[in-house]
């Protein structure tokens, strides 16, 4: 499956966005779907996953209340509507695929999501 996220951008803090990863080759029914965010030096990090059917989702501690991922299986595209964005969420936001068909939180969070587009960059400035 490929996957190419799109809608970054230079953003006040406090303003919103919204991410989208569109997939080709596969559908995404068949995935778990997660958005990763690496800034600038830093390591990578999971900030939100989704399963397959979208009935389950988490989130890092960082995000939690200001992130959420959705999908839309018929369009084979999953998103990450960001509000109340903070200079520290400055970094590359990529999505990525795993082909878990399962729905335990721990496991949502730490599975391989092998799959992974190109990211966008989201910039807040302060």
């Known amino acids: 499956v490929q996957l190419q996220a799109s809608g970054g951008g230079l953003v006040q803090a406090g303003g919103s966005l919204r991410l989208s990863c569109v997939a080709s080759?596969?559908?995404?029914?068949?995935?778990?779907m997660a958005w990763f965010r690496q800034a600038p030096g830093g390591e990578r990090e999971l900030v939100a996953a989704?399963?397959?059917?979208?009935?389950?989702?988490t989130y890092s501690d960082s995000v939690k209340g200001r992130f959420t991922i959705f999908r839309d299986n018929a369009k084979n595209s999953v998103y990450l509507q960001i509000h109340g964005l903070e200079p520290e969420d400055t970094a590359v936001y990529f999505c990525?695929?795993?082909?878990?068909?399962?729905?335990?939180?721990?496991?949502?969070?730490?599975?391989?999501?092998?799959?992974r587009g190109q990211g966008t960059l989201v910039t807040v400035s302060s």
């Open positions: 990525a695929a795993d082909p878990y068909k399962g729905s335990h939180l721990n496991t949502l969070r730490t599975r391989q999501y092998g799959y």
């Open positions: 080759g596969q559908t995404i029914s068949d995935y778990a």
């Open positions: 989704i399963s397959r059917g979208g009935g389950t989702t």
